[in-house]
Nanobody
């Protein structure tokens, strides 16, 4: 299982970014995927998740601003982030689980300036 995240960067408060996470292997369509983030000095937290069937779940802090989606043909999961706030600044990681084991992408840094 390999996950490759991209799309982070520097954006002003109120702006938008879209993160992408490309997955290797033929397991993607049946697996749930998630985005986590970790701010400096903080624990890693779940931001959003999506099941293989497309059911989504969001942290309260991002609900209504972020949208997780997936494209089976491209084996890619996305995180559309709108109305970004400085407190969204963090390294964002994509994640999946296979046979009970977690797998992580390398992380992509999102910095939101005020």
């Amino acid at each position: 299982v390999q996950l490759q995240a991209s799309g982070g960067g520097l954006v002003q408060a109120g702006g938008s970014l879209r993160l992408s996470c490309s997955a290797s292997g033929n397991w993607f369509s049946s697996n749930g995927m998630a985005w986590y983030r970790q701010a400096p000095g903080m624990e890693r937290e779940l931001v959003a998740s999506i099941t293989g069937g497309g059911v989504t779940n969001y942290a309260a802090s991002v609900k209504g601003r972020f949208t997780i989606s997936r494209d089976g043909a491209k084996s890619t999961v996305y995180l559309q982030m709108n109305s970004l706030k400085p407190e969204d600044t963090a390294v964002y990681y994509c994640n999946t689980r296979r046979f009970g084991e977690p797998y992580w992408g390398q992380g992509t840094l999102v910095t939101v300036s005020s």
